[in-house]
């Protein structure tokens, strides 16, 4: 795991308590494109299910992980493709 990936892993755990959290770094899918960084590290696809979700529209869903990451995404982190769902979903 990436050490942008493992952060975000740890933030998203301390404020969200996810039952299942999946961070995948997409970014060498990107490379020649905007936001692509040698090395990686720039563009995520991430699945998380958490109780926190229930009774959230799908947009508050994200802005609760954009709030949570955004250090993140106003640094290293030109991209993050999100699927929120809540248990059961």
């Known amino acids: 795991m990436t050490a942008i ?9 301390a404020s969200l308590s996810p039952e299942r959290l999946e961070i995948v770094d997409d ?16 563009h995520f696809n991430m699945e998380i299910v958490s109780q926190a979700f229930s009774g959230v529209s799908r947009v508050g869903r994200q802005r609760m992980v954009f709030e949570v990451l955004k250090d993140e995404l106003a640094g290293p982190v030109h991209a993050l493709s999100l699927r929120c769902l809540a248990p059961g979903e």
């Not at 990936?5 to 755990?13: D, N, P, S, T, V």
């Open 27 to 42: 970014s060498e899918s990107h490379r020649g494109h905007g936001g692509y960084r040698e090395g990686g590290e720039s």
């Open 5 to 13: 990936a493992h952060l975000m892993r740890q933030k998203l755990e």
